[in-house]
T-cell receptor, first 112, second 113 residues
Framework: GENVEQHPSTLSVQEGDSAVIKCTYS??????FPWYKQELGKRPQLIID?????GEKKDQRIAVTLNKTAKHFSLHITETQPEDSAVYFC???????????FGGGTRLMVKP | EADIYQTPRYLVIGTGKKITLECSQT?????MYWYQQDPGMELHLIHY???????EKGDLSSESTVSRIRTEHFPLTLESARPSHTSQYLC????????????FGPGTRLLVL
């Protein structure tokens, strides 16, 4: 089955700096890669996703890149703000009915 | 508004009690899931369902059971709660076909004394 590794487990940055979280996956058939943000005491919420036919996707201050050859994908947050502080989870799956496999999570702390 | 609802949000109960955690969704989704998560930690899939009368065990062994009699409802039951069951339980749903975007409920925080 699929295995997703996520690094780092904790990340502390100064407000305004960039943050990068990396994930690797094992199943070359995976072609859907969502990222979830979970604020303290709240539910995980989808913030961005990417499909295997795309190498990069941006949404304002967040972007995700995918390298299918190397089987890794990354979340980039620019101009970080205190409200970006949360736990971020990456995930991977094949489409059409397969399960999402989640990474172990990254706790991001943005210091004002 | 289409959403996923979980009740209760918080539950404190004694060892040996039977409990049922409720999950309902108005998203019209076929697939539903239960995850166990210690706060801010990894998500562990414990049960999932493809639709009515379909239930499967997830990656993490669990003493809980689930049922899926109605599309919108996916309750989780613990026959005899133990302190080791103390955790947060998150319900999620997604469409059956296409990309696996999962939408999560607000969670139930369970404390077993």
């Amino acid at each position: 089955g699929e295995n997703v590794e996520q690094h780092p487990s904790t990340l502390s940055v100064q407000e305004g700096d960039s943050a990068v979280i990396k994930c690797t996956y094992s199943d070359s058939a995976s072609n859907y890669f969502p990222w979830y943000k979970q604020e303290l005491g709240k539910r995980p919420q989808l913030i961005i996703d990417i499909r295997s036919n795309v190498g990069e996707k941006k949404d304002q201050r967040i972007a995700v890149t995918l390298n299918k050859t190397a089987k890794h994908f990354s979340l980039h947050i620019t101009e970080t703000q205190p409200e970006d502080s949360a736990v971020y989870f990456c995930a991977a799956s094949e489409n059409a009915g397969n399960m999402l496999t989640f990474g172990g999570g990254t706790r991001l702390m943005v210091k004002p | 508004e289409a959403d996923i609802y979980q009740t209760p949000r918080y539950l404190v109960i004694g060892t040996g009690k039977k409990i049922t955690l409720e999950c309902s969704q108005t998203m019209g989704h076929d697939k539903m899931y239960w995850y166990q998560q210690d706060p801010g930690m990894e998500l562990h899939l414990i049960h999932y369902s493809y639709g009515v009368n379909s239930t499967e065990k997830g990656d993490l062994s669990s003493e809980s059971t689930v049922s899926r009699i109605r599309t919108e409802h996916f309750p989780l039951t613990l026959e005899s709660a133990r302190p080791s069951h103390t955790s947060q339980y998150l319900c999620a749903s997604s469409e059956y076909t296409g990309w696996e975007t999962q939408y999560f409920g607000p969670g139930t925080r369970l404390l077993v004394l």
